[in-house]
């Protein structure tokens, strides 16, 4: 038994983190508000020169062959920047589902993502609107019980503007397509897809929540009131000690889910509804209580704190919503002969 | 990373399992999920007399060096043996206090004498102890001691006066380990000493709390001159606070995996009554009973990744310490809140007069003290927002 990172997972989350808290500022990100797409080329070369776009493909197809325990760290730093590229779907559903996938499309694909020439995006039914499409070079579609890759010749999209800025979602009409996959096979991989995507919005709620932390504590240590920096007033400093403990157990049911996927357990569902769960609560407590100890400041456009109490509304209503992985946890405590006793720590 | 046992650990597990099958058996049935937090005044003779069953079977102390009369398990071992041991029902551990906590403290802070003396008991299951930290006066402000300690020389021992209060199990212990001032003009942390006192002695006055379940087992201890032999002093005089924050990070350790097991126990019964008279069926009843099952999981999961030593060097809180008091206290009264809304309105009919509690309504009872002692609530979140996330002091008076 073992419930931590190597030495060189960690390593490898530092320097994504001084990468991207140096590339990744909310000013770039105000700026790529106003742009078109709103995506940056120029950074996705960068996020592919550093081996990220492609850590989850395969050698053979030209990538780095690690899994989405290597991944999770990673996209906690991503959720820490608040990053708009579509870096950890890409790495921890796109490119998972195409290997599974696999043939001609997976060997087309897979290279040209593990390079940053193209982007791969999933719309599965639970979502509705597909992120990204308008700058992917290939989308998987669930359509009724199939699983479809389309290319943008094949689609109509239909922009819709979200209150967070940063996101660009679209509906996605395939007029002609022919499905990648059908039935029971098409349906197994719908699942994994959506446990993926599930446990992509837990990782990056983590890395929104302690941002949020981190932008409170040096505001409430820097504003004074009554003489005295707000923060050192109990009222205010019990706000923030309540969202750093739900951030901090938080992790362990991420980094859990991340292992049962990375090591296909069968428990994964029920794992990464836990941590979609409680990582979506900690970032959105986070989000209510930042606010309430930024007073007044926290409502303006300037500051900004919206950015990240905005991705952390979104990601929390995406990919499941709080509803949906809550009775996923139910059906499993409720099932007869759950095994769920003293003895069952890792069950 | 790797969320499994090894097949070594799990021969282990049968060991273990196997030995409490075979013994917790004839008058020990009775015990069976008894003992635990909120139920430690039930039958403390029987489970007396099984704590020294258990370390004749060598299992007390199992994670104690071979030196002292433990185990040498690994983590993984003991992790094992606190599952095996709740899933068997076993009752609570009267030993806990010393296995725990003295015991631990003595192998870190104690002499050889000390551990010579004092080890060998705590490993038989035949020496109880107690803790006397809490004062009157000294409750959330914990260093502020008044309990004075005083060598005298004609005797050569310390004597110890002053009051300790909420002294769990106090009536039932051989010892105490006492934090008490040896410089009489200091103040706070500085100038304290930490005693190991025999309870058994004329200077020593045990009355117990009632509390609000009917029931005793907190405890005011009054010290009249009680005497402390010289060399049972722990540390040097002045150097009491040390030990005594070192003691609290054991209690933050292994220790916290029976609690968890303990807690398993209590939810499953809470999802049992809930099965039984249809609660289970109610949509919001089942969202707090999902809710309780995945927060308990979180303790289960940290406290694995706290002993295999990683906690915080993610970029989160430096200890889990800090957080743990307030997550599982928090946790419990929740827990009994939900005992009680399973239960509905039958939940206020007592199991027997003249004021038997049934188990749920002890618990539901028992858990207003979680979120007070050890550290309250409010003292907790001061120390993760002060000490864990950095945030401005509070102006404080007497530090």
């Not at chain 2, 020990?28 to 005044?41: M, N, S, T, V």
């Not at chain 2, 942390?189 to 309870?199: N, R």
């Not at chain 2, 010290?223 to 150097?239: K, L, Q, R």
């Not at chain 2, 609660?279 to 999961?301: C, F, G, N, S």
Request: glycine share 10%.
């Amino acid at each position: 038994m073992d419930f931590t990172f190597t030495e060189d997972q960690l390593l490898f989350q530092d320097s994504v983190r001084d990468f991207l808290v140096n590339e990744v500022t909310p000013q770039r990100i105000r700026a790529l508000w106003d742009t078109d797409s709103g995506r940056d080329d120029a950074l996705w070369q960068q996020l592919a020169a550093l081996g990220l776009t492609g850590l989850t493909v395969s050698e053979e197809f030209g990538g780095l062959g690690m899994n989405e325990l290597d991944f999770v760290l990673l996209a906690q730093e991503a959720g820490y920047v608040a990053l708009p590229e579509p870096l950890v779907q890409t790495a921890m559903v796109a490119v998972p589902l195409l290997s599974s996938i696999g043939g001609d499309l997976a060997a087309e694909w897979l290279p040209k993502v593990a390079a940053g020439e193209a982007r791969v995006v999933v719309g599965l039914a639970q979502n509705r609107l597909v992120e990204d499409a308008h700058v992917a070079g290939l989308i998987l579609l669930q359509r009724g019980g199939d699983l479809i890759a389309v290319t943008p010749d094949q689609v109509s999209l239909r922009h819709n503007d979200s209150v967070d800025p940063s996101r660009r979602l679209f509906m996605v009409d395939a007029s002609k397509a022919t499905a990648v996959a059908e039935g029971d096979r098409a349906a197994l991989l719908v699942g994994a897809a959506l446990n993926r995507g599930a446990l992509a919005c837990a990782a990056q709620a983590l890395g929104l929540a302690q941002r949020m932390i981190d932008m409170s504590v040096q505001y409430t240590s820097e504003r004074q009131q009554f003489g005295k920096p707000v923060g050192s007033f109990q009222a205010v400093k019990h706000h923030m000690a309540n969202v750093a403990v739900r951030l901090e157990y938080a992790k362990a049911p991420t980094h859990r889910a991340a292992y049962a996927i990375a090591n296909r357990q069968a428990i994964a569902s029920q794992a990464v509804s836990h941590a979609k769960l409680v990582a979506c609560e900690a970032a959105n407590l986070a989000a209510k209580n930042s606010h309430q100890v930024h007073g007044a400041m926290g409502y303006t456009w300037e500051v900004d704190l919206h950015l990240f109490m905005k991705k952390a509304w979104a990601l929390a209503n995406s990919w499941g919503d709080a509803g949906f992985h809550k009775s996923r946890i139910g059906e499993r405590i409720f099932a007869d002969g759950a095994d769920l006793g003293a003895g069952a720590t890792f069950s | 990373m790797k969320l499994s046992f090894s097949p070594e650990d799990e021969r282990f597990r049968e060991e273990v399992a196997d030995w409490l099958k075979d013994n917790l058996t004839g008058d020990f049935e009775q015990l069976k999920y008894r003992g635990g937090p909120g139920d430690e005044h039930m039958y403390p003779e029987e489970r007396k007399v099984w704590e020294r069953v258990l370390a004749a079977g060598g299992w007390t102390c199992v994670g104690w060096p071979m030196e002292y009369g433990g185990r040498a398990c690994s983590i993984e071992q003991q992790v094992i043996f606190f599952e095996e041991y709740a899933r068997a029902g076993a009752p609570g551990r009267v030993g806990h206090i010393g296995e725990g906590l003295t015991g631990p403290t003595i192998i870190a802070f104690g002499s050889e004498e000390q551990k010579k003396k004092y080890l060998p008991g705590i490993v038989a299951g035949t020496e109880l102890w107690c803790q006397g930290y809490s004062e009157p006066g000294a409750g959330s402000d914990l260093a502020n001691v008044k309990t004075k300690a005083r060598f005298d020389e004609a005797r050569g021992k310390w004597l110890i006066s002053g009051q300790k209060v909420w002294t769990s199990l106090a009536h039932e212990s051989d010892f105490c380990f006492v934090i008490a001032r040896t410089d009489p003009d200091s103040v706070a942390h500085k100038g304290l000493g930490f005693f190991l006192v025999k309870m058994h002695q004329p200077g020593i006055l045990v009355r117990p709390i009632e509390q609000i379940t009917g029931t005793s087992e907190f405890n005011e201890v009054f010290f009249d001159e009680a005497e402390c032999d010289a060399e049972d002093i722990v540390g040097a005089p002045g150097d009491g606070w040390k030990v005594a924050m070192g003691l609290l990070g054991f209690e933050r350790g292994v220790s916290t995996l029976g609690q968890q097991m303990a807690f398993q126990n209590e939810f499953d019964q809470v999802v049992l009554a809930a099965r039984e008279n249809g609660a289970a069926q109610d949509p919001v009843i089942r969202q707090r009973i999902a809710r309780a099952h995945t927060e308990l999981k979180i303790m289960r999961y940290n406290a694995m990744r706290m002993l295999s030593g990683q906690s915080g060097s993610d970029g989160g809180l430096q200890k889990e310490a800090l957080i743990y008091k307030l997550y599982w206290a928090s946790w419990h009264r929740s827990l009994g809140e939900l005992a009680m809304d399973v239960l509905g309105p039958e939940c206020e009919i007592l199991s027997d007069g003249p004021y038997e509690l049934s188990r749920l309504q002890s618990l539901y009872l028992f858990v207003r003290a979680d979120t007070i002692y050890g550290g309250t609530n409010q003292i907790q979140r001061n120390i993760i927002a002060e000490r864990g996330l950095g945030m401005p002091k509070e102006p404080r008076g007497t530090l």
